[in-house]
């Protein structure tokens, strides 16, 4: 009798323990689990003009409080770990936690991602989503636009139309094979999330603790995409169509002889006189070291490479160089200043002999670049 007592009085002591843990003890409980990743299909308008190359996916964290006390947990860190082979397919990437209104129309490329760390309250017993969005931008050398990434492109010719070619099978080469890659299933990689929540006790406070990373698997669920995508490759072309890219050649070329023309005049114009008043102007307005989709293109063609770095850039630059030289702001006198004198009409010389050579030679390459473009119609 005295035993069925002492038992009954230790297992209600026993539901009072665990009553009390449960009611006011436990303090907080987060659980976190990631929703499935949703890649969103690409809209066919964006295939109009051009191939695309940003991928969109989102993701949600479901945040659960079991505990009898509010909570919070801190995103501290998103990640995308790409596979490697997707890896040659990327070009950058960004994931964010979203606010509702983004999320909602993401569709419609809004942005009001938020700053990490990202820290969400949650009432006890309560859940919540943290939404979490990322933008795949891929290599764009899969684009129609015979201009993007061309520096990066290992390809060589002596002829223009042919390098054209060989630009043209390469792309699409590009996009055969990323369209292949997207047929295969791969996963492209993952979403890593680094996470901290509270665990409060009454005797210690409330303090963060690292909780285990999480990740989901960036995977894709593409049916209309990947048709638009075949489209895109049956009917794909380099844009501008190659005759208009030689055209644009031409253009380049005539814009480098008038330079060099206007140069030249000045040199003429200016030949009993210290000032070359010109060259500022022509450096402000071309330079061989700023980004030229022509000059890049060109520098595909062997001869024109070697002219483009063996004489114009050269020229240019000693034009320009030219010009700080009679740019004195201090005049020397006496010996001194005829000394300058003499010197600033030797470069002078040096500089319009230099000119005459190049502009012959670019009067040629255009005869050339004519050529190739007869040929072609």
Known sequence: MDMVAIFSGIFALFISLSALWL?????????????KW?????????????????????TSLFVLNKGNRTGAIKVTKLDFVKEKG????????????????????????????????????????????????????????????????????NIESNDLRELLNELFEY?????????????????????????????RWPLWGTAFKKGKKKSVDVVHSYKETLEYYGDALKNYQLDPQPKEIIKSVLSEIDRLKNIFNLCYEAIEQHRNEMLFPVAVSIKSHYSIDRKNRIIEL??????????????????????????????????????????LIDKIKG???????????????????????????????
């Open 23 to 35: 009611t006011h003890l436990r303090g907080v409980a987060i659980a976190l689990s990631v929703e």
């Open 347 to 377: 470069d002078r010389e040096d500089l319009r002999k230099k000119l005459i050579t190049v502009l012959s030679t670019l009067e040629n390459l255009k005869k050339v670049v004519e050529y190739e473009l007869e040929e072609m119609s």
């Open 86 to 153: 997707f890896a040659n397919f990327l070009k950058e990437y960004d994931v964010s936690i979203q606010s509702i209104e983004s999320y909602l129309h993401i569709k419609s490329h809004l942005n009001h991602s938020t700053t990490l760390p990202k820290t969400v309250i949650i009432k006890d017993g309560s859940a919540d989503l943290i939404n979490i969005a990322c933008s795949i931008e891929l290599n764009p050398v899969i684009k129609m636009g015979y201009d993007y990434n061309l520096e990066t492109i």
């Open 171 to 199: 792309k699409k080469e590009w996009l055969k094979e990323f369209i292949n890659f997207l047929c295969s299933n791969e996963k492209l990689g993952k979403i890593s999330i680094s996470w901290e929540y509270t665990k």
């Open 38 to 58: 949703e890649m969103l299909e690409i809209s066919p308008d964006n295939f109009k003009h051009d191939i695309p190359t940003t991928l969109r996916g989102t």
């Open 298 to 339: 060109l520098k595909k063609c062997g001869d024109y490479k070697e002219f483009i770095e063996m004489d114009i850039k050269p020229l240019l630059d000693e034009t320009y160089s030219f010009y700080q030289k009679t740019e004195v702001r201090d005049m020397p006198q006496g010996a001194s200043k005829q000394k």
